[in-house]
């Protein structure tokens, strides 16, 4: 259209067909006739009448995107798990024009690892310009609801742009994206010691009495950690045992009452030593919703040296003698005879294992006698007996 005062030639309606540039060009050319006409004061109206040629051109328009945005994301979300989409519309979409996003750290969070990255989903969208798929990548800490205590976060800025692909002018638009991590209740962990990255081993001395404390299960030593402690999400972890064992521990060793979080063990009944030296067990411990964690516990059962226990006497020829009796010998038998023989036990192994007879040598008579190592008991070399002396 055309003003008649000024003749400004303005569009009517940009929404038309004929107005749009096509894909690669060139533009639609229309071809207009304009008469201009003067008063007429001294004479008759005197008309002139000229071609003028519109061309439509290129021009790129920016594309725009809806936010800002904001995702929540469960923590401890695996790589490749999508956060958010983010879609953009281009006017010039319809020219099949499309958009490519990307996404840097903004905020407070810039120049810090950063576990999120976007990438363009094509033909899909407003006139199949594309979208912005968000995802986990992997990063240092990952994504971790507590790594505020160890200086990460938990609320990531960033910003999302979208850019056009004109050969000659693309133009972007950018706007905000906030993704929160969502705390999850998370399994407790036993962290294992230094010595021993498979187990904890714990010691206690054979027949140490009921109640006592369990070496290596001291005041922090055996306890698992559990990071939802601090958050609120579990005030308390229980431990208990599991496997095959977990019978037999119950019957040897119990928890202390009066610890939290922690495993301190106490004997339930003495140990023996000689009966089974080692056990392997299964040491359980579960947070307020039923999450477990694992940790192997050998339980040595210390030797300690134990009084060797009289069983009986036995004659010469191997009989018992009856409690009370005595033992019996030829007089004048030569030095060597046997009289008897000592018959003791020891459960201890090795060197506190090994017996040695001795006699008394304050008695009257241990100068006659004299007893080996296997507790053979013979007259000394050179002792006399006579029955009337």
Excluded: C
């Excluded at 490519?100 to 407003?126: C, D, H, K, M, Q």
């Amino acid at each position: 259209m055309i003003d008649a005062q000024s003749g400004q030639i303005s569009v009517a309606d940009n929404s038309t067909a004929a107005l749009v540039y096509p894909t690669g060009g060139p533009g639609p050319v229309h071809r207009v006739n304009v008469t201009v006409t003067d008063a007429g004061i001294d004479g008759p109206k005197l008309s002139f009448t000229a071609t003028v040629e519109i061309e439509v051109v290129d021009k790129n328009f920016p594309p725009r995107i809806n936010g800002p945005f904001a995702f929540t994301l469960n923590e401890n979300a695996e790589v490749g798990v999508e956060v958010g989409t983010v879609a953009g519309s281009d006017p010039d979409g319809r020219q099949e024009q499309i958009l490519t996003y990307s996404l840097r750290p903004g905020g407070p969070n810039v120049n810090r690892p950063f576990p999120f990255e976007i990438e363009t989903v094509a033909g899909v969208g407003t006139d199949g310009v594309g979208a912005g798929r968000i995802k986990v990548i992997a990063a240092e800490g990952g994504v971790d609801f507590e790594g505020p205590r160890l200086g990460r976060f938990n609320v990531y800025e960033a910003i999302v742009t979208a850019t056009d692909n004109h050969p000659d002018s693309p133009l972007s638009a950018s706007r905000t994206v906030r993704i929160t991590l969502a705390d999850v209740q998370e399994d407790p962990v036993f962290p294992m010691g230094e010595t021993n990255a498979n187990e904890y081993v714990l010691r206690v001395v054979e027949g140490e009495p009921a109640g006592t404390l369990v070496r290596g299960s001291e005041e922090g030593a055996l306890r698992a950690t559990d990071q939802d402690l601090a958050d609120g999400f579990g005030d308390a972890l229980s431990y208990s045992w599991g496997g095959n064992s977990a019978a037999a521990a119950a019957g040897m060793l119990q928890f202390h009452p009066s610890r939290v979080n922690q495993a301190n063990l106490t004997l339930s009944r003495p140990l023996d030593h000689e009966q089974q030296a080692e056990h392997e067990l299964l040491l359980l411990a579960t947070d307020t919703a039923g999450n477990p964690d694992s940790a192997m516990v050998r339980l040595i059962v210390e030797d300690k040296n134990e009084p060797s226990v009289f069983q009986r006497v036995e004659r010469a020829d191997g009989s018992v003698l009856p409690e009370g009796a005595a033992l019996e010998v030829r007089e004048l038998a030569a030095g060597g005879t046997v009289v008897g023989r000592m018959i003791a036990t020891d459960e201890d192994s090795g060197a506190w294992g090994r017996m040695q007879f001795s006699l008394d040598a304050d008695a009257s008579s241990s100068s006659f006698f004299a007893v080996d190592g296997s507790g053979v008991l013979r007259l000394a070399a050179g002792a006399r007996l006579d029955w009337e002396d």
